[in-house]
């Protein structure tokens, strides 16, 4: 959620920064901004509404300036508005600042300051924090950015211009992601990666309480005490054209073209004909043969994969396995013991409620294990054992191939884990990692085979204003996620029950023509969810089934059937995601919606 970017060297740095703010627009916004330091002076230009619009005022406003930061606030105090856009500054105009996060105490802040003599321009939480930096400056800067972050109560990141020292950008960094891009005589800083992935490959990531100084050819690092600190420098190796479109429409149908690829990549090294190799997680064989319980946390999207990882689990290694919403798990007491395994699920490894319920679940003694698509994320630098999930940057903000790779990757730690704890012999184990294998040449297969037949059906859908999603076991799973991409790029109102619940009150708004989208690729379950189809039929909905090829009887019973290779029903899931991410995306097409940047939603949930 918003997206910070900051300048420092030779070059001009207005279309700098608005080059790295366009690259950040998947993390959702409604307004933007921009502050560029000439040396004499701080202009700052800032506008509700797209990029688009701040860009004429770039151009006639900005001054030459080879310093400054930007943002793209997503609304959280104070409406969408040009003056509540970031960047905001304080009486004096001598700081001007950008932040990400929630300042939970800004109302008491507020009030104390008005009565000190300050005024106030917003109804943001973010003024405040240039205002407490006048009050706390005493002639160094730095030791006013610490004593300010100490009366903060909340999250934040944020990036601080200073009138009297023109040749710096000042940050602090807690529980809202920071990185700082090196260059040569010329240096950056961002929320996210993408931002300034074509200039430079080599960051530092900044951690919780660190303060930095970035000037053209210096990074000062601080911390908590203001004591100087050495960083690790991480090698990014996405290349900059994954984060381009190359000639899609949206970065959504990108991505989903992506997927085989995705796949791939997260495979290799790690899955062959001879079985699994995870060497990377590091797990103890003691604890691997003690281990009897499972927490998955997750929100979103990752939460749909996380459910299908349940049932793998089940399936494969006879475990308890407890999935979770993060925002919730985080306020349950959970009993966890020692040899309790807790895997968080998050695309960004920023995800805030994910972050939180995972510290705390470190805090009780459990393992943490951890997918992600963000080497260095804070997720990813909090867990005892890493799999990253290799998808590439993911731009749209409804996600596709990062969810894929989440399936997969329980696909792979299922097979393992049962290996490991001997669940599996030897011969079902060189089974299970051969049909894995095949699945990047299936996926392909349908994306090839399957669109021109969901462009026909996603008019139906384009009409309707309310559709129905329903599967039994792993096939329920799906459909939630399947309902999820039509609701949030679509804006149809879509939702998913187990086809076993229709009875119990879903049944009452089933009618002619609503349409309902059938999940029906567990084999061993067939019957039982052809019955529940039966029931909608019956009431006249207009049904959409997919099902493995081999199941032609379906088409006894409803007009459209969309089908997908035949494979072991274990990882069907990796395939039927795929037409109903393609029936989103048409839908929405058709709608004229914007598919990339759904309304007012965000690639990364960085506040609660």
């Given amino acids: 959620m918003c997206g910070i970017v900051g300048y420092v060297g030779n070059k001009k740095a207005a279309s700098i ?43 006639n406003d900005m001054n030459g300036g080879t310093i400054g930061i930007g943002h793209t606030r997503w609304a959280t105090h104070g409406q969408p508005s040009d003056i509540n856009s970031h960047p905001h500054s304080n009486c004096k105009d001598n700081f001007v600042i950008v932040h990400n996060g929630i300042i939970e105490n800004f ?41 300010t972050a100490e009366q903060l109560k909340g999250s934040y990141a944020m990036t601080i211009l200073a009138a009297d020292e023109p040749n710096r950008i000042y940050a602090a960094r807690k529980d809202s992601p920071l990185i700082i891009g090196l260059g040569e005589n010329e240096n950056y800083i961002a929320s996210d990666i993408p931002a300034f992935l074509g200039e430079t490959r080599d960051f530092y990531i900044l951690e919780d309480n660190e303060f930095a100084v970035i000037k053209k050819d210096k990074v000062d690092i601080y911390n908590n005490n203001l004591e100087q600190i050495d960083k690790k420098t991480h090698r990014i190796d996405w290349d900059p054209e994954m984060a381009e479109k190359q000639g899609y429409e ?52 990752a939460y749909h994969s996380a459910l299908l990882g349940k049932y793998m689990l089940e399936d494969l290694v006879d475990l308890k396995v407890e999935t979770d919403v993060a925002s919730e798990y985080r306020y349950r007491k959970v009993p966890i013991e020692k040899d309790d395994l807790v895997i968080a699920v998050s695309q960004s490894g920023e995800t805030s409620d994910t972050l939180a319920s995972l510290r705390m679940a470190k805090e009780k003694g459990a393992q ?53 704890k001997a669940k599996i012999s030897l011969e079902e184990y060189k089974k299970l990692s051969t049909d ?118 379906i088409e006894d019973i409803v007009d459209h059937v969309i089908y997908i290779p035949d494979v072991n029903q274990l990882f069907a899931g990796a395939l039927a995601i795929i037409p109903l991410q393609l029936l989103a995306y048409y839908t929405a097409l058709l709608k004229d919606c914007d598919i990339d940047q759904p309304r007012n939603l965000a690639k990364s949930v960085t506040v609660e």
């Fill in 17 to 59: 920064l608005y080059n790295g703010l366009k690259r950040l627009e998947y993390r959702g916004y409604d307004s933007s901004g921009i502050a560029v330091n000439d040396g004499l002076h701080i202009d700052v230009v800032k506008r509700k509404g797209k990029l688009k619009d701040l860009k004429n005022e770039i151009k």
């Fill in 107 to 147: 109302r008491q802040i507020k009030d104390h300051l008005i009565k000190k003599g300050h005024h106030f321009k917003s109804e943001t939480d973010t003024e405040v924090i240039a205002h407490l930096l006048e009050e706390n400056n005493q002639g160094n800067i730095l030791q006013a950015l610490k004593k």
């Fill in 436 to 553: 894995l294998i095949k699945l990047p040449e299936l996926i392909e297969e349908i994306i090839e085979d399957s669109g021109e037949l969901i462009k026909k059906r996603a008019k139906k859908y384009a009409e309707s204003k309310s559709a129905f999603f329903i599967g039994r076991h792993t096939d329920y799973p799906l459909a939630m996620e399947g309902a999820l991409k039509l609701k949030e790029i679509s804006y149809i109102h879509s939702e998913a029950y187990p086809a076993g619940e229709l009875k119990h009150g879903a049944l009452a708004l089933i009618e002619k023509g609503v349409p309902v989208v059938a999940v029906a690729v567990r084999k061993d379950i067939f019957e039982k969810t052809l019955s529940n189809i039966t029931e909608v039929e019956a009431r006249q909905a207009d049904v959409t089934v997919v099902v493995c090829k081999g199941a032609q009887e």
């Fill in 250 to 301: 949206h970065y959504m149908l990108k991505e989903i073209h992506e997927q085989p690829d995705a796949v791939r990549r997260l495979m290799a090294h790690r899955v062959s004909q001879t079985g699994i190799n995870l060497e990377e997680l590091k797990l103890d064989q003691d604890f691997l043969k003690r281990l009897n319980k499972i927490h998955i946390i997750a929100c979103g999207t």
């Fill in 368 to 420: 943490i294990l951890v997918f992600t698509n963000t080497r260095g994320s804070s997720i990813a630098r909090e867990a005892d054992h890493l799999m990253l999930l290799k998808a590439g940057p993911e731009i749209s903000v409804a996600s596709t191939k990062a969810y894929l790779n989440m399936i997969v990757a329980f696909y792979i730690f299922s097979i393992f884990l049962a290996y490991q």
